[in-house]
């Protein structure tokens, strides 16, 4: 591979006034590029903040199948960076205001950081429905309905990954797998005009996928990534570049809510010399 031909800095505090959010923006240049046969371009000096929450829009619904003195139900816990200790209250508080006849409650073990839920009601039986129940359309769901696609459920977090789920009583207590609040372990920078649908992504099929950025910095911190590796790059031959769109994804192809706070990468140009 050559020497670069160009580099652009491109940082989200500039982007175009239509731009959705930080996550999910344009980014114009002043001229127009005109790229020339056996153009490639990598992602490097990255600069992302870790500022989302580890319970949010697509990762805060908890689906309870009841067999007894209430419906089917989809509990939303609110937005926000927890603890074991503060979703467990969390759940409680949903669990009191929307269904208090099916008194169910939730306990949190700080030495095995596991979360369990019971019932103390000798009439309800309930079931939490797993992400392979949720894919299920014959699973007897009658409830509220829901995208089998994209559930945005809280499994990941509590560990709740197996094939089926299992049923519940007073006398017997659901206890969550390991809780995990860093479910985010890649986030990926994806372009819909930079990248044809050639790259395989995460969940195996095609994608326009740029970059995956390992997140490797804490909540509150900034994730930087850099030293892109010689074949690391992406194909632009005879391309013309001004508008550039850029999404800040996760692994479920979700945008990623970065509650406003803005995004910086370089993207490098260059020319290689064997075919492409």
């Known amino acids: 591979m050559s020497l670069p031909v160009k580099k652009i800095y491109v940082d989200s505090k500039w982007k175009t006034s239509d731009s959705v959010s930080h996550s999910d923006f344009k980014f114009e240049l002043s001229t127009s590029l005109n790229l020339p046969n056996n153009t490639v371009f990598y992602v490097d000096d990255i600069c992302i903040p870790h500022s989302w929450y580890n319970v949010d829009e697509t990762s805060n619904q908890l689906y309870v199948y009841s067999e007894g003195n209430g419906p089917c139900i989809i509990y939303s816990i609110p937005a ?20 208090p006849n099916m008194q169910l409650q939730a306990l ?9 839920i019971q019932t103390n009601s000798s009439s309800t039986t309930f079931r939490i429905l797993t992400n392979d129940d949720l894919k299920n359309p014959n699973n007897g769901w009658t409830g509220a309905s829901y995208d089998k696609n994209k559930p945005n459920s809280i499994n990941d977090l509590i560990g709740n990954t197996g094939s089926t789920s299992n049923t519940f009583t007073q006398g017997s207590s659901y206890t969550s797998g390991f809780l995990n609040f860093n479910g985010l372990r890649n986030i990926y920078i994806c372009s819909s005009n930079l990248c044809a649908m050639n790259i395989v992504g995460p969940r195996g099929a095609v994608h326009n996928i740029i970059k995956k950025v390992p997140v490797t910095s804490d909540y509150g911190f900034n994730i930087f990534s850099g030293g892109s590796i010689s074949h690391d790059y992406v194909e632009a031959s005879k391309q013309v570049w001004k508008c550039l769109e850029f999404r800040i994804e996760d692994t479920y192809g979700n945008i990623i809510n970065l509650n406003n706070s803005p995004v910086s990468f370089s993207i490098v140009l260059s020319t290689i010399l064997e075919d492409l």
């Open 108 to 116: 949190y073990n700080v030495g095995t950081n596991k979360l369990t």
């Open 80 to 99: 926000n960076n927890y603890n074991g200790i503060t979703l467990k209250d969390a759940l409680n508080t949903v669990f009191s205001l929307i269904t």
